[in-house]
């Protein structure tokens, strides 16, 4: 029972995250594209971490969404993501973090997050209900 707690814990804080990226770009404009694609990968990594957490009890220490995402494939099969789009997400999280590269990030690369970003959340949330 305590897995589930801390994973459901896990979720809300991925929640949290996907909704301060979706304030953003709500209500800046120049949209921060690199903070909205930050939050959005930060969304599907604690999720997917929520997984680990609920069927091990810990998570590794890591932003690599690829990795994350076989992780949680060993216990369950109701997430689906490309690997192209786990590559996409990992960089958002180590490129929007340093000023050098954040000119690389569009509007584009905003939305494409935002989709995987909710897809992703909606999933676990609801592996998670069942297990309660």
Request: proline share 3%.
């Amino acid at each position: 029972m305590r897995n589930l707690e801390d994973a459901k814990a896990w979720v809300n804080f991925a929640q949290r995250d996907y909704d301060v990226a979706v304030h953003l770009s709500k209500t800046f404009h120049p949209l921060p594209v690199e903070n909205i694609c930050y939050g959005f990968q930060q969304t599907v990594e604690k999720a997917l971490k929520a997984i680990i957490i609920y069927n091990t009890g810990d998570y590794p220490r890591t932003h690599d969404i690829g990795m994350l995402y076989r992780l949680c494939r060993e216990y369950t099969d109701e997430i689906d993501l490309a690997s192209s789009i786990t590559r996409t997400l990992t960089r958002f999280a180590t490129k929007s973090r340093y000023p050098d590269d954040v000119h690389d990030f569009t509007e584009a690369d905003a939305e494409l997050g935002f989709k995987y970003a909710t897809q992703v959340l909606a999933q676990v949330g609801k592996i998670l209900i069942t297990k309660a």
